[in-house]
């Protein structure tokens, strides 16, 4: 009974200090990987942690750097307004709707709108 009561201590105590990973070795590495282990005095457990240890802290400053942040969005463009258009380009207009020119081809060619051009030349 005390043999079974240690196992089920020892058991839960391994169960709250360690993690547990299962390694799949080809055929014929195991021996080989033993025999280095034992070469250097330590488990083949030791051998293992210390190597994945080793990685994890080698590639700890490139984990801890902080990734560049992107720059903040851009505010919404805002439409460039034309200015007003003068008295003389206003004048202008008149003068070559006089001549039979459309307020649409003169909206193209001063780059406002036929509207624009239509209000400006009623006043």
Request: glycine share 4%; proline share 10%; hydrophobic share 30%.
């Amino acid at each position: 009974m005390a043999a079974k009561a240690r196992s089920r201590a020892s058991r839960k105590y391994n169960e709250k200090h360690y993690d547990r990973i299962s390694v799949v070795l080809r055929k014929g590495l195991l021996e080989p990987l033993k025999d280095y282990a034992k070469f250097k005095g330590v488990s083949v457990n030791s051998l293992f942690t210390g190597f994945v240890q080793s990685l994890v802290d080698a590639d700890k400053p490139r984990r801890d750097a902080q990734p560049p942040q992107p720059p903040p969005p851009e505010p919404p463009k805002r439409k460039e307004r034309k200015p007003s258009p003068t008295l003389a380009m206003v004048n202008e207009w008149h003068a070559m709707h006089q001549k039979g020119i459309s307020h649409k081809e003169i909206a193209d060619t001063y780059g406002y709108t036929a509207e624009t051009v239509r209000q400006r030349l009623k006043n």
